[in-house]
């Protein structure tokens, strides 16, 4: 189904999914990044913008989302939009990974179960869209929610994978000449035997496969498949309780911009066991490469202003074996942004352990 249903709108902001890339490319191809419509750091977020432009305009905004995200939304639904308290209205698009009865990954599984109703919960009303559902269909339904939205609710189309087209293409790159699967393969060398805890999304996959390329196990290796940015609050709670061992956090800028506030945690907290590589390709990636800010910003200043003793930022393999080298032998919090491409080889895999294997296998090998 073609997007003219969105043309009504004026306002959009949102996390990129990659069920929902024909919207994302849609909103880049109309208006860019800018005052219409704006990538954010979080879902939440998403939400508190949307309500911003409503108390401006008075007009009804677009937040898109993956359904990984409605764990972000719940609290500024249910106590900023929610009719009972300012009653913003709301228009949502939710990609729909781990719809019941299709096969996704793991983190997908019971999120896919509950979208539906997790909405529902929020008071929320909901639309399926799948392949078969005609653009007169979604255009009959905003006319039936037109009263629910005068009224200060919140509504929601939930989409289903290959439902949604836009024939317009776009290409995403920027100019770092690092790869990201070739930075974590740095890191695996330098960190040895160390536990590694790894982000959401393809650099989890990458360290997976690197590993099986090198005939090695997985049991150092943590690979945070679903909750994105949590993955240096995951590694600072092991390191508190582990401080003879050495902890590398591989992130991302997507991830590290998600929950911004871990880093200001972790720097407080200061744990000299803990090297915290992030891969700054200022794209969501994983979810089809729309850009973030982290190109826009200075995340070495925001790592020493939150309290990380030592932080770099590296351009080429050069600066960051030398980088790396010198936070194994640190014994104070070390903070690495390594700048990469936008690019993944098409053949990547993904992991053939479940999650609570590797879940146990870490544990177990966290014990020695």
């Given at each position: 189904m073609k997007l003219d249903f969105l043309d009504r709108f004026e306002f959009f902001a949102g996390v990129p999914d990659s069920l929902l890339s024909p919207v994302c490319s849609y909103l880049i191809s109309k208006y860019g990044i800018g005052k219409q419509h704006i990538i954010a750091a979080n879902e939440g977020n998403a939400v508190a913008l949307a309500a911003g432009y409503h108390l401006a305009t008075g007009k009804i905004p677009v937040v898109y989302m993956q359904n990984s995200g409605e764990g972000n939304i719940i609290n500024p639904v249910a106590s900023l939009m929610n009719d009972k308290v300012y009653g913003i209205p709301c228009v949502f698009l939710v990609g729909w990974r781990g719809e019941p009865g299709v096969h996704d990954e793991p983190q997908h599984v019971f999120q896919g179960d509950v979208t539906v109703k997790l909405l529902a919960d929020m008071d929320v009303r909901t639309m399926v869209i799948s392949k078969t559902t005609t653009e007169a269909e979604v255009e009959a339904q905003l006319e039936t929610w037109e009263p629910l939205l005068k009224a200060g609710k919140?509504?929601?189309?939930?989409?289903?994978?290959?439902?949604?087209?836009?024939?317009?293409?776009?290409?995403?790159?920027?100019?770092?000449?690092?790869?990201?699967?070739?930075?974590?393969?740095?890191?695996?060398?330098?960190?040895?035997?160390?536990?590694?805890?790894?982000?959401?999304?393809?650099?989890?996959?990458?360290?997976?496969?690197?590993?099986?390329?090198?005939?090695?196990?997985?049991?150092?290796?943590?690979?945070?498949?679903?909750?994105?940015?949590?993955?240096?609050?995951?590694?600072?709670?092991?390191?508190?309780?582990?401080?003879?061992?050495?902890?590398?956090?591989?992130?991302?800028?997507?991830?590290?911009?998600?929950?911004?506030?871990?880093?200001?945690?972790?720097?407080?907290?200061?744990?000299?066991?803990?090297?915290?590589?992030?891969?700054?390709?200022?794209?969501?990636?994983?979810?089809?490469?729309?850009?973030?800010?982290?190109?826009?910003?200075?995340?070495?200043?925001?790592?020493?202003?939150?309290?990380?003793?030592?932080?770099?930022?590296?351009?080429?393999?050069?600066?960051?074996?030398?980088?790396?080298?010198?936070?194994?032998?640190?014994?104070?919090?070390?903070?690495?942004?390594?700048?990469?491409?936008?690019?993944?080889?098409?053949?990547?895999g993904r992991p053939t352990t479940t999650a609570k294997e590797n879940k146990e296998a870490f544990m177990e090998d966290l014990r020695k």
């Open positions: 919140q509504v929601a189309f939930v989409v289903k994978k290959g439902a949604l087209e836009f024939d317009g293409k776009t290409k995403y790159q920027n100019r770092n000449t690092m790869l990201r699967e070739e930075i974590i393969r740095h890191v695996a060398v330098v960190s040895k035997d160390d536990p590694i805890v790894s982000t959401t999304g393809k650099a989890s996959r990458e360290l997976f496969e690197i590993r099986e390329a090198n005939k090695e196990g997985h049991e150092r290796d943590f690979l945070t498949v679903g909750s994105m940015g949590h993955s240096s609050s995951i590694a600072l709670g092991i390191a508190l309780q582990k401080p003879e061992k050495k902890i590398w956090i591989i992130d991302g800028d997507g991830a590290v911009l998600m929950h911004m506030g871990s880093m200001a945690l972790m720097g407080v907290n200061k744990p000299g066991n803990i090297v915290h590589v992030v891969i700054n390709n200022s794209s969501h990636e994983s979810v089809g490469g729309m850009p973030t800010v982290a190109g826009e910003i200075d995340l070495v200043g925001i790592a020493k202003d939150c309290g990380y003793v030592n932080a770099v930022s590296v351009s080429d393999y050069d600066s960051l074996d030398k980088a790396l080298e010198k936070a194994r032998k640190a014994t104070e919090l070390t903070f690495i942004e390594a700048k990469a491409a936008i690019g993944t080889r098409a053949d990547l």
